[in-house]
């Protein structure tokens, strides 16, 4: 059964620190990873997807099978990155999106 | 403007009431879905359709009703809603092709059942 499990529910970094959202999943097939962004008062949105191996607003997120994470990584944090952060799974042609359970990433200016 | 559109935003409402939750797309998406979103658990899927007609359960459908009649509307019902059903849910669209990850979600409707 697939599984996507995101460890912190809150974290806090200080502007200009790096930050590193985790996300771990469990599939047994060949899945597809994305990750999705909720800004304050604003829709959930597609941040970026692992198939496209892009970076947006300065986010990063390799797909490391071996471990089975996909984690979200930044160089430097801004203040505007503060939101909602979910990982999410879809099995390769399947008709489902799994989502993790979230992590409220706070920027301390 | 391409958007998922939600009515009403919000709605309070008293256990065994009947109530429609709208949604609605632009973007001639094929894939239309139902979560929601709960403190500590995420988003949850609720139920899903891959076209009109074509209408699957989720991970939580029970106590929940949908339908595709048409390409752009995804109606959520709830035929007698009950305390634990007070949720934030939203609607998502996407295109088929290239896979259904690529989701459009609505603004959300938040549900109080009392």
């Known amino acids: 059964a697939q599984r996507v499990t995101q460890p912190e529910k809150l974290l806090s970094v200080f502007k200009g620190a790096p930050v590193e959202l985790k996300c771990n999943y469990s599939?047994?097939?060949?899945?597809?990873l994305f990750w999705y962004v909720q800004y304050s008062r604003q829709r959930l949105q597609l941040l970026l997807r692992?198939?496209s191996r892009e970076s947006i607003k300065g986010f990063t997120a390799d797909l490391n099978k071996g471990e089975t994470s996909f984690h979200l990584k930044k160089p430097f944090a801004q203040e505007e990155d503060s939101a909602m952060y979910y990982c999410?799974?879809?099995?390769?042609?399947?008709?489902?999106?799994?989502f993790g359970t979230g992590t409220r990433l706070t920027v301390i200016p | 403007e391409a958007q998922v559109t939600q009515n009403p935003r919000y709605l309070i409402t008293v256990t065994g009431k009947k109530l429609t939750v709208t949604c609605s797309q632009n973007?001639?998406?094929?894939?239309m879905s139902w979560y929601r979103q709960d403190p500590g658990l995420g988003l949850r899927q609720i139920y899903y359709?891959?076209?009109?007609?074509?209408?699957d359960k989720g991970d939580v459908p029970e106590g929940y009703k949908v339908s595709r009649k048409e390409k752009r509307n995804f109606p959520l019902i709830l035929e007698s809603p009950s305390p634990n059903q007070t949720s934030l849910y939203f609607c998502?669209?996407?295109?088929?092709?290239?896979?259904?990850?690529?989701?459009?979600f609505g603004p959300g409707t938040r549900l109080t059942v009392l």
């Open positions: 599939y047994s097939g060949s899945p597809e």
């Open positions: 999410a799974l879809s099995g390769g042609g399947a008709n489902n999106l799994f």
């Open positions: 692992h198939i």
């Open positions: 998502a669209s996407s295109s088929t092709s290239g896979g259904i990850g690529k989701q459009f």
């Open positions: 359709s891959m076209n009109v007609e074509v209408t």
């Open positions: 973007m001639n998406h094929e894939y």
